[in-house]
Structures are given as C-alpha cells and as structure tokens.
C-alpha cells in the first residue's frame, strides 16, 4: 500500500482530529467494557473510561495502528487502568449502582438478564470471575467479539480463550442456579 494512501486512509492519533474521531467512535464501547468489568457500577466506569482516554490522550503520538486498530489499544489501557486502580484501592467493589446503559449492552447479556430476571445478582456473579476470566466474559457477551478476536486481543491461544470461557460459565452457571426457587422439584 502507498503509504501517502495509508496516511490518508488512517492519520496518525497524535493528530486531535484524528484522537477526537477514535474518541467519538469508541467512547462508548470503553464505557461498557468499563462498566462491566466494574461489575456494574457506572461512577467506577465513568472514572475508568475518563482516565483510559486521557491515559491514550497522553500516549497518542507512540501509537502507531490505525484508527480501527485504536479499539483493542484502548481496551488494554482500560484494563490496565483498573487494573492499578484495584492495586491502589485494594478494596474489592461490589456492584450498588447501575446505568440505563446496562439495558442495551447487547443481545447475548439480555438473554442471560431474561433468564435470571435479576440483573444485580448477574453482575455480582460475573464479578466473582477472576478478572481474566471476566474480562474475557465480557469480550464476548457484553462485546459481543469472537473468540478469535478475544484471544488476539489479549496475546493468548484461541483455545486458552475458549476454555477460560468455558471456566467462567460454568462457574456462573453455578452461581446462578444456586440462587434460582426450587419450584416444587
């Protein structure tokens, strides 16, 4: 590819039109990987994607992938962001406040919602995963990625991916069903 061609089709982020274009492209989608892997509490996630986008904001010029490449970049600082939070806080959260936004995290998420009827134990359940695994978790049913996508995201084989998934449902599916009316069986 030419690459006056390529520098056209993807300017540099160290550009602000170009940093203000990813931001508006993906500002939401940080928020609800954010807010998920928060377990469900929006100020921690609203926190969590502010710093995530000054932490690239400052990081701008080093980033060399396109704007498309620009999401997976931004959902490794917002991991890494909660990541040093929980560090520093050292305190494990629990999930008290959720956001209208949680109604439209996708269709994989509502279904599971649906069938448990009680969104507060689902994120308190998907809390309890150990953070890879809820961060997979998430990559794929609030996300709604590939196991493909999730494991180049995060530098590990589809089947590591694949069965780190399976863990955290399994695991969830206990969790869930324990809380679940006996209803006469």
């Not at 794929?140 to 493909?148: A, C, L, P, S, T």
């Not at 995201?153 to 009316?181: D, F, T």
Request: charged residues 25%; neutral net charge.
């Amino acid at each position: 590819m030419d690459v006056a061609l390529h520098h056209h089709l993807s300017p540099p982020l160290a550009d602000p039109a170009a940093f203000e274009a990813v931001y508006q492209r993906y500002h939401r989608q940080i928020f609800r990987y954010a807010i998920a892997l928060c377990g469900g509490c929006a100020g921690d996630a609203e926190d969590i994607t502010a710093e995530t986008f000054l932490r690239a904001w400052s990081g701008r010029a080093r980033f060399a992938g396109s704007q498309e490449q620009a999401l997976g970049w931004l959902l490794a600082i917002a991991r890494h962001t909660l990541v040093d939070r929980r560090r520093l806080e050292k305190v494990e959260r629990v999930s008290d406040a959720l956001d209208d936004d949680l109604a439209d995290l996708g269709r994989p998420l509502e279904e599971i919602v649906l069938r448990h009827a009680d969104l507060q134990a689902v994120l308190a359940a998907v809390h309890t995963l150990p953070l890879s695994q809820r961060e997979i978790f998430i990559l794929r049913y609030v996300m709604d990625w590939k196991v493909k996508d999730i494991a180049r995201q995060l530098s590990i084989s589809e089947n590591a991916a694949s069965v780190a998934l399976h863990r955290a449902m399994k695991h969830l599916r206990s969790i869930l069903n324990a809380k679940e009316p006996d209803h006469g069986r």
